[in-house]
């Protein structure tokens, strides 16, 4: 098994992406309910202060603070990719490659993370987050993409998932919903 050389840091700042095998595939948006059940249960066993997440069709971008003591990171992403590979019923069986690794072939095995050394780290994170649908031609203004949070504005009523702590007052994307969309 590969063994990656990451840095980790206790109480650490990252920017984090994790991408879907096929590229240009809708999978995150078309099965949202899925991503939400995931991710909810990714942080409550491996909270983190969350400062922006974006989720974008075939990509996530996930702007976070570890807690003291801990860095979790790598857990939490393995976490997340496999409850939302097992939440896919419709999904076609793996290469036998992939079976022999217990992956459903969905994710694409790495995530990326870029550790974030200070506050305007953090800032220009959260803005590749914000303007990263306008960037992919999703929306012409980031505030109209409906599956953005950045935690850098006025409050709004949106929910953070189960414990993971939230770092100050949120601003949203939209106004009605966090970064998984319209809740059903």
């Known amino acids: 098994m590969t063994s990656y050389r990451r840095l980790r840091i206790s109480g650490g700042s990252y920017a984090f992406t994790l991408c879907l095998e096929e590229r240009g595939s809708t999978l995150l948006l078309d099965r949202i309910d899925p991503l939400r059940a995931a991710w909810r249960e990714a942080f409550m066993a491996f909270p983190a202060t969350l400062h922006a997440v974006v989720i974008l069709p075939d990509h996530l971008h996930v702007v976070l603070t570890e807690p003291e003591g801990e860095v979790h990171f790598s857990h939490r992403w393995q976490r997340l990719k496999a409850r939302f590979s097992q939440g896919i019923a419709e999904r ?45 031609g999703l929306v012409r203004d980031a505030a109209d993409w409906p599956y953005l949070t950045l935690r850098d504005g006025p409050a709004r009523a949106w929910p953070s998932p189960p414990g993971a702590r939230v770092a100050g007052p949120r601003r949203m994307g939209h106004p009605a919903h966090g970064p998984f969309g319209p809740s059903p």
């Open 92 to 136: 076609a069986p793996p290469r036998p490659s992939l079976a022999r690794k217990r992956e459903a072939g969905i994710w694409q095995r790495r995530f990326w993370e870029h550790a974030l050394r200070d506050g305007d780290a953090v800032q220009q994170a959260m803005a590749y987050c914000r303007h990263d649908p306008v960037r992919h």
